[in-house]
């Protein structure tokens, strides 16, 4: 059973950083892609970021350019999305999910497998 559990998340001052990671289990990270997405209260879940089997990253909000990155550490079977210069509108619960084959995708019916969820808030 493929498990994935997020975890990073917590309060922020604007300007401020945090680091999220996805944890796997039951399976090995590299052989599959991994998306982060989130959602605002009252908003449709959103795709952030993806990075591929194969180690390519795909950026699917404008608003996080510049600012958040995804990185894969193979030795601990994790992903992470490093969140800098973080304000108020990226305050929103942060999934992974993954999915089999080699491409990324914004898409969230293209995942088959997701964690929990992590609550990143940005407030003063």
């Known amino acids: 059973q493929l498990q994935l559990v997020e975890s990073g998340g917590g309060l922020v001052q604007p300007g401020g950083s945090l680091r999220l990671s996805c944890a796997a289990s039951?399976?090995?990270?590299?052989?599959?892609?991994i998306g982060w997405f989130r959602q605002a209260p009252g908003k449709e879940r959103e795709g952030v970021l993806c990075?591929?089997?194969?180690?390519?990253?795909?950026n699917y909000a404008d608003s996080v350019k510049g600012r958040f990155t995804i990185s894969r550490d193979s030795a601990k079977n994790t992903v992470y999305l490093q969140m800098n210069s973080l304000k108020p509108e990226d305050t929103a619960i942060y999934y992974c999910?993954?999915?089999?084959?080699?491409?990324?995708?914004?898409?969230?019916?293209?995942?088959?497998?997701w964690g929990q969820g992590t609550q990143v808030t940005v407030s003063s």
């Open positions: 999910a993954a999915r089999g084959g080699y491409y990324c995708s914004g898409y969230e019916g293209a995942f088959g497998s």
């Open positions: 039951g399976f090995t990270l590299d052989y599959y892609t």
């Open positions: 990075i591929s089997s194969g180690g390519s990253s795909t």
